[in-house]
Structures are given as C-alpha cells and as structure tokens.
C-alpha cells in the first residue's frame, strides 16, 4: 500500500470506531445465551451463567471463573431474635 492508501484504511477504521463509540456498542461482545434466565458474564472471556433451577439465588464467589454461581438462599435468624 502506499500512503496515501494507508491514511485512507485508518481514517475509515477512526470513523467506524467513532460510529460504534456513539451506538454505545464499541467493544461489546455478545456470548450466547440459550435458556430462558441465562446470564451473560465475564471471566477472561465472555461467558454464558446458566439459568439456576428454582428458589436459587445469584451469589458472588471468587472462586468461581466468572465470580458468579447459582446457591440455595441461606436463612437467617436475625428476623427471630427482633
């Protein structure tokens, strides 16, 4: 390619950038999601979260990939000692 060729490629590739940039779409990856209740997330990568089955609840932990899991609800007992 010659210059002039090379300044042409990188002002298209600024303008689409700026055009995705403006959609709020600019580096938004889309995993597949295949369930009804499935979650997109992120690890290294995205990542689809499987739906959890009924009376689950979505709960932090670091040592899951994407920080995420589905776990039973824990009950307290704080509500009793009020």
């Known amino acids: ?3 002039k060729d090379d300044l042409v490629a990188i002002i298209k590739n ?3 950038r700026l055009e995705l940039l403006e959609r709020g779409t600019a ?3 889309a995993v597949s999601v295949t369930t009804k209740g499935d ?3 992120y690890s290294t990568s995205p990542a689809r979260l ?3 089955t009924n009376g689950q609840v979505l709960m932090a932990n670091s040592a899951e990939s ?3 899991k589905w776990g ?3 009950s307290s007992s704080i509500w009793g000692a009020l």
């Open 72 to 74: 039973d609800a824990v």
């Open 14 to 16: 600024l303008k689409d």
């Open 50 to 52: 499987p739906v959890g």
């Open 39 to 41: 979650l997109q997330t």
């Open 1 to 3: 390619m010659n210059p």
């Open 66 to 68: 994407t920080g995420l």
């Open 27 to 29: 580096g938004a990856v």
